[in-house]
Every structure is written in C-alpha cells, then in structure tokens.
C-alpha cells in the first residue's frame, strides 16, 4: 500500500516563511515601532522585502521604461552623429561645456571633494590658458606655452591611464595578497586614475582644439574655411606665426623642422602639438590630409595617437550619457512610471 504525503509534491519554494510573513506584515501594517527591535540581518532583509512589495505587479510598467530607455537612446545618438555632422562647431562647443560643467556638478551634489579640488586646479590654469590663445593681436610666444600645458595634460592622462590599467591586472592577478591589501582597494584605485586619464584627457584635448583654431585663425595662416588671410613665407612656420631660422645674433627658436607630405615645413613641436593636441589631421596652411603613421614612427609615441582616438570614442558616454538619462527619468516621471 502506497502512501502519498502531501508535502512531497509541494515546491520547496512555496513553504510559507515565518520570518517573511512576519516582516510582511510590520510593512503592510506599518508597525515602525517593531522595525527597532530587529537585528541588521532582519532589518536587510525587510528592506529586500519592502523593494520586492513597492514594485509588485509592476512588471508591464518596467517594460515600458525600458522600452522608452532603448527608443530615447537611439533616437539621441541618431540625432547626435547628424548634428555634428551638419553643425560641428555647435556640437563640439556644447559637448565640450557639457564634459566640463556636468561631472562637476554631480561630484558637488555628492561632496565628492578631491574631484572637485583637481577640477578647479586644471580650470583655474586652463582658463588664463585659454585667455592667452583668444587673445588679439596674439603673442608669438603664445602656440608654443598653449600647447605645452596641453601636451602636458595630455601625457599625464595617458600615464594615469595606463598605470590603472595595470593596477587593474595585477590585482587580478593576485599581487595585492603579497602586500596583504584588499583587492577591492586596488581595484577601485585602478578605475579612479582611469577615470581621471580619460575624463581629462577627453577635456584638454576638446578645449585644445578650440585654442588651436583661434590661434591658428589670429596668426593668419589658417582658415577652418576658404583662403588664409596670409601667404606663407618660405622659413615661417604657420603654426606660430615666428621663423624657423633667424640670422646669427637675433633671438629665435632653435628647434628641429618637420616637413609634411604637401611640402610645407613646421618647427616640429608646433606640428606635433597641432596634430596630437589641436586634433588636426591636415596641413595648417593648405588643409592636405596628414598620415599621422607617417609623421610617427617611433613606436612610442604611436601610444599617444591610439589614446587620442580612444578618447574620441567615448565623448559621447562622457557628455551625453547623463543627459539622455535625465530625458529619459523626466519622460517617466511625466507618464507616471517608476
């Protein structure tokens, strides 16, 4: 004769808990007088079980905010790449703005402060960098010390990158355990250097590119459009407006040339800043396309020109992430849905 005992056919799941109906019900009867006699375990897993009873039945709610998520995403970046194909000089303007003010006020908002104390540190020193290149008559010293800072800033980056990278993969490693150093510390050590490599990396660079068309376009050399106001003298480097050799006895620049494949000549660091740092790929003075893999054939300066794609490509999570997530918590908000 064969018993059958009920519980066996009964999933383990669906065994009431006492200690869940328990917690139930000081959160469906509101009883906040009980909620301070509980222990930390309890008072984790009433808060697991108040998360769980807030969004129940909501699942046809979250659907649609993560349809609206997908449909404002796309629709942003198509709206993005026609923008700054069509208006470049708008987007670039308001994207540099964005990387600059945006991050600042979320760390405000948290009292982030060593974000906050490097950000004015770099602004304070960017802006009288930037005073400098928009003014006019410009100075001839001016190109050089401009690109200096931001070839500065820009190497600086690029090591903070690379060195938490490798803390990255050493903590992955195990090396931490031979200091007997949480791996949780390194980890987060390594993604702070680069996040601060890349955030300012993409910043100097974006600014350096406002800085290299104004001075380049008060110097008189180039255009970002048409013909130069100026004809270029032979021995005149277009990027700084000064000679590339000077009679014995006068005050000048002593420094390597460069000349590119369109024939004209440039003191090198001008060129090398107008291209690494200015973001240019073309002749200062006649706008022929420059082979960047030509112009470096050192292996280790070609790091620098992968970096400077690298931060090209993640501008746009830079600057435009946050908005599109504030659009898209105001489109919830206004339909109704949490």
């Known amino acids: 004769m064969e018993h059958h005992h009920g519980h066996q056919h009964i999933p383990r799941g669906h065994f009431p808990n006492p200690l869940d109906e328990k917690l139930l019900k000081i959160i469906r009867e509101n009883l906040t007088d009980q909620e301070s006699q509980l222990t930390e375990e309890e008072k984790w897993r009433l808060e697991h079980l108040r998360l769980h009873e807030k969004h129940r039945g909501h699942e046809e709610m979250h659907a649609e905010m993560v349809l609206i998520l997908m449909v404002v995403t796309v629709i942003a970046q198509v709206g993005l790449v026609a923008w700054k194909k069509k208006h470049y000089k708008s987007y670039q303007l308001v994207s540099m703005i964005g990387v600059w003010i945006i991050p600042f006020l979320l760390c405000l908002h948290n009292h982030w402060w060593r974000f906050i104390f490097i950000w004015l540190v770099f602004s304070s020193i960017t ?54 150093v949480k791996a949780n510390v390194w980890m987060d050590s390594g993604l702070i250097l680069i996040f601060y490599g890349l955030y300012y990396g993409v910043l100097g660079r974006d600014i350096a590119e406002v800085c290299a068309d104004k001075m380049a376009s008060h110097i008189g050399y180039y255009t970002p459009h048409g013909m130069p106001t100026r004809t270029l003298e032979p021995g005149v480097c277009a990027v700084c407006g000064n000679p590339q050799l000077v009679p014995e006895g006068e005050e000048g620049i002593i420094e390597n040339t460069y000349r590119l494949s369109c024939g004209h000549t440039f003191h090198e660091f001008c060129i090398r800043g107008w291209c690494i740092v200015g973001k240019k790929q073309t002749c200062p003075y006649c706008k022929e396309k420059v082979d960047l893999k030509k112009m470096f054939c050192n292996p280790w300066e070609k790091p620098h020109v992968f970096y400077g794609q690298l931060l090209d490509w993640i501008r746009l999570l830079v600057a435009w992430q946050p908005a599109i997530i504030l659009l898209v918590q105001g489109i919830n908000n206004y339909l109704g849905l949490q």
């Open 127 to 180: 802006v009288i960098v930037v005073k400098k290149a928009l003014e006019r008559p410009i100075d001839p010293t001016t190109p050089r010390q401009v690109y200096k800072w931001f070839l500065l800033i820009y190497k600086i980056c690029c090591g903070l990158g690379v060195l938490g990278y490798i803390i990255i993969m050493i903590t992955m490693m195990g090396f931490n355990l031979l200091f007997g």
